[in-house]
């Protein structure tokens, strides 16, 4: 797939009918939502290099694909439960407790 600069002496290339076959193609969800993000992302310089540096349908499209893709991959929830976390003080209190009492008992910080 092209680059999604947008240059006025270069005119970006719009993905082909063989790149949206190979996206539909991958078997993969996360690695489809990534290139289908990708795909709009170059149709929407490709529209901006014609109309101008505007928001068009496909720019719209690109934001969608992402939040899509964080939903895919599970991300939305991590969010959720941090926004949870920062907001509820008595649960931070109460998992503080959790934690402390967890290293009294032994456990160990993940890295994973």
């Known amino acids: 797939m092209a680059a999604s600069s947008v ?3 270069v005119l970006p290339t719009a993905p ?6 190979r996206i539909a193609a991958q078997a993969i969800p996360v690695l489809r939502n990534l290139q289908i993000t ?8 490709s529209f901006a290099h014609r109309t101008g540096l505007v928001a068009n349908w496909c720019t719209f499209a690109t934001w969608a694909s992402r939040q899509a893709g964080q939903t895919i991959r599970k991300e939305d929830i ?3 439960m941090a926004t ?15 934690i402390t009492v967890a290293r009294e008992l032994g456990a160990q910080k993940s890295t994973g």
């Open 16 to 21: 082909s009918v063989a790149d949206v076959e």
């Open 38 to 45: 990708q795909c709009y992302c170059e149709l929407s310089a």
């Open 78 to 80: 991590q969010r959720s």
């Open 84 to 98: 949870c976390l920062e907001e509820d003080d008595e649960l931070q209190t109460a998992l503080v407790l959790v």
């Open 7 to 9: 240059s006025s002496s």
